[in-house]
């Protein structure tokens, strides 16, 4: 059996090497393969994956390398989608262009409901499969229903522990197997990869000088802040920096980002009193994070926060998480788990499952929290959370209402939770007794919706 594990960014890479040295996927008696599945939103403009500075230590893991992207090019191959009438002849293209021969395929999917992971799973349509993750993402619900066609042949999650302890949503309504890649797997790739000898993320890693890094995310690309929102989200950062005592920053934009992102910092940090260093090169932010060893990371809920905090051991904080809960529609989006978590870890002092200390109040239990969150996410696939999500609310209403801004009220109430809106009837009489100062949505002024 020949084993695909896909992957569509550098980080990706990074984790699948990790997760073979811990022996977290699944063995295969033949070829390990690694396909690369550039998910840039303009390949052309950046560097490739293979081309990426460590990507030499990170292929050793793997038998062979197979670029996707070369083969369906000039489509991207997020855009690989075969009309089902399709799926035999490519079939048949995939096993000669990639050598594959009659043997059986197991694949390993960075992301099951979406291309290119989608279409290779139905092009192998006897391969069993696996997902991986690498990210917050992975603790949210899935968001869509899986085709029977694969959810039949769902066998396995393989996860980076990012928040040591924390269990996945993801997929978890398939009943399949997890297997988590320790952080110190990952930790050791990227040391790998960050090496004395290699390419030096900034100048002022080798000056002895305290600094902040902070990660930018291109949140405008994902449709969750207009171009100027992000701006003035960055502007917020660089002044959480200077509130605690950096005056030299580095700042690490998105790959995709415009030069705007950066230029609006530059000026921001003038005002400040605070210089700014752009770190332009191609690295990943965990390698920059690992060569630069800032004495704070900042950013709104990038996954380098995590990776900061739980695999280098650094300080982290995440800003701008509220008001970006807030803005979050629908309330099912997938990013909605990370923000809560970058949120709870880094602003607001949850601890990770696996460091929480004995004798802590049952609303600052993270694992009850992140149930609870995705029961009201994704209620019918995560019908099993029920009874948890109205436990840890009860306590919330009870005795501790911060956690309440991780939920919306009329969520809660459509699904008869504790801290919902009050019945009609109620409303009606809070109305005679508060007059005008109740709004037409039911709620008083000054009370937390």
Request: proline content about 8%; overall charge positive.
């Amino acid at each position: 059996m020949k084993q695909l594990a896909v992957a569509s960014t550098f980080y990706q890479c990074v984790s699948l090497a990790a997760a073979v040295d811990a022996a977290a996927l699944p063995a295969v008696d033949g070829e390990r393969v690694l396909v690369l599945a550039n998910s840039a939103q303009a390949p052309e403009l950046g560097v490739r994956l293979q081309d990426q500075q460590g990507f030499d230590h990170v292929r050793r893991r793997f038998d062979r390398i197979i670029d996707l992207a070369a083969l369906v090019y000039p489509r991207r191959p997020q855009q690989f989608s075969p009309r089902s009438e399709d799926l035999t002849a490519w079939h048949n293209v995939l096993r000669t262009a990639w050598d594959l021969g009659g043997e059986p395929v197991q694949l390993v999917m960075d992301s099951v409901q979406v291309n290119p992971s989608l279409a290779l799973a139905q092009i192998f349509f006897d391969a069993a499969l696996y997902a991986h993750a690498d990210g917050l993402m992975v603790y949210a619900p899935t968001r869509s229903a899986l085709p029977a066609s694969i959810e039949q042949r769902l066998a396995g999650l393989v996860y980076v522990d990012l928040v040591p302890g924390l269990r996945p949503a993801l997929l978890t309504e398939h009943g399949i197997n997890q297997v988590p890649i320790p952080p110190a797997a990952v930790r050791e790739v990227i040391d790998g990869i960050s090496a004395p000898g290699g390419p030096s993320t900034s100048p002022s890693a080798a000056s002895g000088r305290r600094s902040a890094l902070i990660l930018g995310q291109y949140l405008p690309s994902l449709g969750l802040l207009s171009r100027q929102e992000e701006l003035h989200l960055h502007g917020a950062i660089l002044a959480e920096a200077a509130s605690r005592g950096f005056r030299h920053c580095v700042f690490k934009p998105h790959p995709s980002a415009p030069p705007a992102a950066w230029q609006m910092l530059l000026n921001r940090a003038a005002e400040l009193g605070v210089t700014v260093e752009l770190d332009r090169s191609p690295s990943i932010a965990e390698v920059a994070t690992r060569q630069l060893k800032p004495d704070l990371v900042l950013s709104c809920f990038s996954t380098g926060l995590a990776t900061a905090r739980y695999l280098f051991g650094l300080s982290s904080v995440a800003v701008g998480t509220e008001d970006l809960l807030a803005k979050l529609a629908p309330y099912e989006n997938s990013n909605r788990i990370p923000v809560v978590l970058a949120d709870a870890l880094f602003s607001e002092g949850f601890h990770a499952p696996a460091d929480q200390p004995p004798g802590i109040a049952a609303t600052r239990d993270l694992q009850a929290l992140v149930h609870a969150v995705a029961y009201c996410m994704q209620p019918v696939r995560l019908a099993r959370h029920a009874d948890t999500a109205r436990q840890y609310l009860t306590a919330v209403t009870c005795t501790d209402p911060l956690p309440l801004k991780y939920f919306k009220r009329r969520r809660l109430t459509a699904l008869q939770l504790p801290g919902g809106l009050p019945p009609r009837s109620a409303r009606r009489r809070l109305s005679r007794v508060w007059g005008a100062s109740t709004r037409t949505d039911g709620s008083q002024s000054g009370i937390r919706r």
